[in-house]
């Protein structure tokens, strides 16, 4: 099946009960038993629930696997993962990833014995140089968040693998989705989302997923899920299965605005850089086609006049809307270095105070291309 039927059909059925097309909302937290141990599939929700694992069977398809769980954030998805690493362990991960994944792994994972280090994965030559005897894992974002740098899942995937076999290669795959890149095809051992970005796609709910290729990654992760516990409403998971329904037209028409809008940005004059994956000045631009079926619906651009300029373009827009977040049908702006990435501030992973970050929504494109013609005309 292509992507496109899979978003609409894969782990759905009809509900055997009442025959309802779409997955009810199974708002219970418990199961009868027939008999003293003996149910029929489900006992209690944090293991299992029957609108979740809709969900979960969803979204393994649209990556190309059997083996989803879902969780109650993209950072719980994140969390879980980092679990199955012990004391000692060292992860290798991209110079630019996240605010709140370098948070997660920085102020805490660290604290229990984790190793970290950084390096510029678009550039798979680090990441072999990068590589210690005791790495475990290697953590790829692409495209980044918020550079939009792009690392070839294919070529990292033949190092770290080439290298040792038990090295998990993980992929967050947040800003693409599985409609523009799958990364188990590439060579990824385990995928992660923040669902509630483009696959939620309509800025109502927080969810994450890990999408595993190994059954026994998965079976490890979904101990994990149910010990750990951070699992997702049914409610959550409803919207979540309704969102993913349109992602392949949501995603062209994202990349679509996104492309006039970066070929906007990159000839004009108070713009110092554009950055978008397909746009012909992006370093990686030949990685991204290769990769990617189209650029996406984010783009970040540097004003020449620094943070001051950044925060008069996102103050001043009126259709974009100054909040953090992406993915929704509602195009967003901010300032990366004061909104969603304060917590690398100081660190190696900081980012230009100059930086906006829009994730182009499905509005009519003239209408925001001359919202920010507008808010530049101020600065
Ligand atoms: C938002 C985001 C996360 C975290 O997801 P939450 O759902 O906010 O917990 C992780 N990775 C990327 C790339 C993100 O954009």
Redesign the pocket.
């Known amino acids: 099946m292509q992507i496109e039927t899979q978003v609409i059909h894969a782990g759905r059925s009809a509900d055997p009960a009442t025959g309802a097309v779409m997955p009810p909302i199974y708002q219970t937290s418990t199961y009868k038993q027939d008999r003293v141990g003996q149910h029929r599939g489900y006992e209690y929700s944090r293991t299992g629930n029957p609108t979740r694992a809709a969900l979960e069977a969803c979204l393994a398809a649209l990556e190309g696997s059997e083996h989803g769980l879902a969780f109650a954030?993209?950072?719980a998805a994140?969390d879980v993962v980092l679990r199955l690493l012990s004391p000692g362990d060292h992860v290798l991960a991209g110079n630019d990833v996240?605010g709140?994944?370098f948070r997660l792994f920085d102020s805490e994972f660290r604290r229990y014995g984790l190793e970290f280090t950084y390096v510029d994965t678009s550039d798979p030559a680090q990441v072999e140089s990068g590589l210690r005897p005791n790495t475990r894992m290697v953590w790829l974002?692409t495209p980044t968040?918020p550079l939009l740098n792009v690392s070839d899942i294919s070529a990292v995937a033949r190092i770290v693998h080439g290298r040792s076999s038990d090295t998990l290669l993980v992929v967050?795959n947040?800003?693409a989705t599985p409609y523009l890149q799958r990364p188990l095809e590439l060579g990824a051992d385990i995928v992660v989302h923040?669902t509630?970005?483009y696959l939620g796609g309509h800025s109502d709910v927080?969810?994450?997923a890990v999408i595993s290729r190994d059954a026994d990654i998965h079976t490890r992760l979904a101990f994990l899920q149910n010990a750990a516990g951070a699992v997702p409403g049914p409610l959550d998971c409803f919207l979540v299965l309704r969102g993913v329904q349109t992602l392949p037209v949501r995603m062209d028409r994202h990349a679509e605005n996104a492309a006039a809008i970066a070929d906007f940005l990159s000839r004009h004059p108070k713009v110092a850089v554009t950055l978008y994956p397909f746009h012909p000045s992006h370093p990686q631009a030949a990685t991204a086609r290769r990769q990617m079926r189209n650029g996406g619906g984010m783009v970040s651009f540097v004003l020449k006049n620094g943070a001051e300029a950044a925060r008069h373009v996102a103050e001043n827009t009126s259709l974009f809307t100054l909040a953090e977040s992406?993915g929704g049908v509602e195009s967003l702006i901010e300032v990366p270095a004061v909104m969603t990435h304060a917590s690398t501030a100081d660190s190696p992973l900081a980012v230009d105070p100059g930086l906006v970050r829009l994730s182009v929504g499905l509005e009519h494109a003239d209408d925001l291309l001359s919202d920010l013609e507008h808010a530049l005309s101020g600065v």
């Open positions: 954030s993209g950072m994140i996240y709140g994944t974002e968040n967050d947040t800003f923040s509630t970005k927080v969810g994450g992406l």
